[in-house]
């Protein structure tokens, strides 16, 4: 050094080699004397843009004006990185501080000089600003905790496939939920997913894979879980395309859209049972008429007949032929919710126990009765003949359901129905109910068969006798009432039907007309 502090000689020679070197870096480069570590004795145009301290102002100035304590900023992007150390250079990620004082973000790398370059173990730190790229990582790593967030809390399946269709790149955890299957299978092999899609629906889908990196694709499909149970899904595809226009990966989200398929499947049935029902009501009045025509004129000829007449036998098999057509047309009036009630306020409780033995001579002997009547329940506005009949109908059809025994259990009980609940039926409302359930072991109902069992004339058990009226009676006699009865039923395991009023507010010990 000469008196004024600037360097000299082989210093001077190695320091004009330096600032050529690095004049022209976009990088930070500042030259650190070995005495104090501390002091710059050389900076760069780069250093003047990043630092915002002209050249003149750094050389000589103590570099601590430049950094930032680590405490301070321990959650500071990159600062929290550890340094490097290899040979004689040092790497870190520190915070450190412009002329302005504001902080930001650097890749600090600190070369020391050899001891022959005059600088007595100085140093080259070279200071690159990552401010904006640490903070395209971080918002990067916080929208991929977002995603993943979403991934895992969302009901349903996210997933992004190659254009092709070939490979399967991300699948969300809901996966597992939905299919049944570890995603990671799915991942590994994309056959998983072409295998569990129904035989019905696999050509299909598979040829809408085909054209999903055209424009996608909206379809609706069941597919079959390890467990053998069909659950449907809704299934939408949207390519990712780059500049050219070309589909560079395939997104995708699918839902389990069960719930919503059985429920319109249930709502379609229940107008095609209104339909049924204005029909049936129409014919069943005007065959009653007809009816009551050729039973009246029986009668009258059987009156005119002597007993011993050969004819009055023929006429009494007519007579008896229209009187059991007329409690058809009764049944279907009742289906049909056009038969003459007479409700009174009725105890469910009480009008259960008081069929208890009737209900036991019904079943067969095989057949456990299990009765359990919750007391004190608010009275229902309901035609008491009427409900028994409704209790002797499912009691009927639950001796059928289990050929080799079992058990029924009758239960009545207060019901508060939730949002949930009356979602899953048609007709049925949140709020309090009082409520019957009529629960069996036997054989079970496969879907088609509980859809249709309430219509009239539709029975499993032809060759027994069976009208296929006593469901559908029962159906129209609670319907009438102002209640709701539903089945719940699956093949190997039981049925069990669900009737439910509406409470009236009077209490009293005894039926009363209204």
């Known amino acids: 050094m000469n008196e004024q502090g600037a360097p000299s000689g082989r210093l001077a020679d190695t320091l004009r080699l330096l600032e050529r070197t690095f004049a022209n870096l976009s990088e930070a480069v500042l030259i650190i004397k070995g005495d104090d570590h501390r002091t710059v004795v050389e900076a760069n145009r780069a250093a003047e843009t990043i630092f915002g301290w002209s050249r003149e102002e750094l050389?000589?100035?103590?570099?601590?004006?430049?950094?930032?304590?680590?405490?301070?900023?321990?959650?500071?992007?990159?600062?929290?990185?550890e340094v490097l150390v290899q040979g004689g250079t040092y790497r870190a990620s520190v915070p450190m501080r412009r002329r302005d004082g504001t902080v930001f973000e650097a890749q600090q790398t600190v070369?020391?000089?050899?001891?022959?370059?005059?600088?007595?173990?100085?140093?080259?730190?070279?200071?690159?600003?990552?401010?904006?790229?640490?903070?395209?990582?971080?918002?990067?790593?916080?929208?991929?905790?977002?995603?993943?967030?979403?991934?895992?809390?969302?009901?349903?399946v996210f997933w992004v496939m190659a254009p092709d269709g070939r490979t399967i790149e991300y699948v969300s955890p809901a996966f597992e939920r939905v299919w049944g299957r570890d995603a990671r299978e799915l991942l590994d092999d994309r056959s998983v997913?072409?295998?569990?899609?129904?035989?019905?629906?696999?050509?299909?889908?598979?040829?809408?894979?085909?054209?999903?990196?055209?424009?996608?694709?909206?379809?609706?499909?069941r597919i079959v879980t390890p467990d053998g149970s069909v659950r449907w899904i809704w299934d939408r595809a949207f390519p990712v395309r780059d500049e050219t226009g070309a589909a560079h990966h395939v997104l995708g989200v699918a839902g389990d859209i069960t719930h919503r398929r059985n429920l319109q499947e249930q709502l379609r049935q229940a107008q095609k049972m209104e339909a049924v029902g204005r029909l049936a009501g129409g014919i069943a009045h005007d065959f009653n008429n007809l009816l009551t025509v050729i039973v009246g004129q029986?009668?009258?000829?059987?009156?005119?007949?002597?007993?011993?007449?050969?004819?009055?036998?023929?006429?009494?098999?007519?007579?008896?032929?229209?009187?059991?057509?007329?409690?058809?047309?009764?049944?279907?009036l009742a289906f049909s919710r056009e038969q003459l009630l007479k409700p009174l306020l009725v105890d469910v409780s009480d009008s259960l126990g008081r069929l208890e033995r009737l209900l036991g001579r019904l079943l067969r002997d095989d057949v456990q009765l299990v009765m359990e009547l919750e007391d004190d329940l608010p009275r229902v506005r309901v035609d008491p003949t009427q409900l028994e009949q409704v209790v002797l109908n499912l009691a009927a059809n639950a001796r059928d359901a289990m050929p080799n025994g079992g058990v029924v259990t009758v239960r009545s009980f207060m019901e508060h129905v939730d949002l949930r609940t009356a979602s899953r039926w048609p007709g049925?409302?949140?709020?309090?109910?009082?409520?019957?359930?009529?629960?069996?072991?036997?054989?079970?109902?496969?879907?088609?068969?509980?859809?249709?069992?309430?219509?009239?004339?539709?029975?499993?058990?032809?060759?027994?006798?069976?009208?296929?009226?006593?469901?559908?009676?029962?159906?129209?006699?609670?319907?009438?009432?102002?209640?709701?009865?539903?089945?719940?039923?699956?093949?190997?395991?039981?049925?069990?039907?669900?009737?439910?009023?509406?409470?009236?507010?009077?209490?009293?010990?005894?039926?009363?007309?209204?």
Do not use: C
């Open 193 to 221: 997913w072409l295998d569990s899609i129904h035989p019905d629906d696999v050509d299909r889908v598979s040829e809408a894979v085909l054209r999903q990196g055209e424009g996608g694709y909206d379809e609706e499909y």
């Open 111 to 156: 070369t020391l000089l050899d001891l022959e370059a005059g600088l007595a173990g100085g140093a080259v730190s070279v200071v690159r600003d990552v401010s904006e790229q640490a903070r395209a990582e971080r918002r990067l790593r916080e929208s991929e905790e977002r995603f993943r967030e979403i991934a895992e809390h969302v009901q349903d």
């Open 59 to 81: 050389v000589g100035r103590s570099t601590a004006v430049l950094h930032v304590s680590r405490d301070r900023f321990e959650n500071f992007g990159a600062g929290s990185q």
């Open 428 to 514: 049925l409302t949140p709020g309090r109910h009082v409520a019957i359930t009529f629960a069996d072991t036997g054989i079970g109902m496969d879907e088609d068969t509980r859809l249709r069992i309430f219509e009239p004339f539709f029975t499993t058990r032809r060759e027994r006798g069976g009208t296929g009226l006593g469901l559908a009676t029962s159906y129209g006699i609670v319907k009438q009432s102002g209640g709701t009865i539903h089945v719940e039923s699956e093949p190997g395991h039981g049925t069990t039907f669900h009737v439910r009023f509406p409470p009236v507010a009077t209490r009293t010990s005894e039926r009363q007309p209204v």
């Open 298 to 332: 029986s009668d009258l000829l059987l009156l005119d007949l002597p007993e011993e007449s050969e004819w009055a036998e023929e006429v009494e098999l007519i007579r008896n032929a229209a009187v059991r057509g007329a409690e058809l047309t009764k049944q279907l």
